[in-house]
């Protein structure tokens, strides 16, 4: 016999099942924090900006040229109060990857004028996850 509350659940589940399906090729595909290749670079914010997963990065300028620097969800910056602007002299510590085949640096310490601000911890696990929602 057909029952409309047992198919909903069933067709839900489905539903899960697929997201997840789709969902999980985007998570492979984000790069992994590699203690192995950590650096420290300085330089001056040429530019912030807000990527479409919602990641803000900076775009350090310093004699070797421009790179590319994940620093933490928009969310959780506004959460800790850290503001990057254009124009700050900062020193990142963190990983130097490979996205999307362009050189990314993911950020796991930022300091700015003697003051560290930690993104992740010393095993290159964000500090983000499971705190914002």
Same mark, same amino acid.
């Not at 659940?9 to 924090?33: D, G, H, Q, T, W």
């Not at 590699?34 to 914010?45: P, Q």
């Not at 990983?95 to 085949?101: I, L």
């Given at each position: 016999?057909?029952?409309?509350?047992?198919?909903?659940?069933?067709?839900?589940?489905?539903?899960?099942? #697929?997201? *997840?399906?789709?969902?999980?090729?985007?998570?492979?595909?984000?790069?992994?924090?590699?203690?192995?290749?950590?650096?420290?670079?300085?330089?001056?914010?040429?530019?912030?900006?807000?990527?479409?997963?919602?990641?803000?990065?900076?775009?350090?300028?310093?004699?070797?040229? #421009?790179?590319?620097?994940?620093?933490?969800?928009?969310?959780?910056?506004?959460?800790?109060?850290? *503001?990057? *602007?254009?124009?700050?002299?900062?020193?990142?510590?963190?990983?130097?990857?490979? *996205?999307?085949? %362009?050189?990314?640096?993911? %950020?796991?310490?930022?300091?700015?004028?003697?003051?560290?601000?930690?993104?992740?911890?010393?095993?290159?696990?964000?500090?983000?996850?499971?705190?914002?929602?």
């Amino acid at each position: 016999m057909f029952r409309p509350a047992s198919f909903k659940l069933v067709s839900e589940v489905v539903l899960i099942v #697929l997201l *997840a399906f789709i969902a999980l090729p985007a998570l492979e595909s984000a790069p992994k924090y590699d203690k192995t290749s950590e650096v420290k670079v300085k330089g001056v914010i040429d530019e912030v900006r807000t990527a479409a997963d919602k990641t803000v990065h900076v775009t350090l300028k310093n004699d070797k040229g #421009l790179l590319d620097v994940m620093i933490a969800p928009e969310k959780f910056l506004k959460e800790m109060e850290i *503001a990057l *602007a254009k124009g700050d002299a900062i020193e990142v510590l963190g990983s130097q990857v490979t *996205a999307d085949g %362009a050189p990314l640096l993911l %950020a796991r310490e930022v300091t700015r004028n003697g003051d560290v601000m930690t993104m992740r911890d010393d095993k290159g696990k964000p500090v983000w996850v499971g705190w914002i929602q």
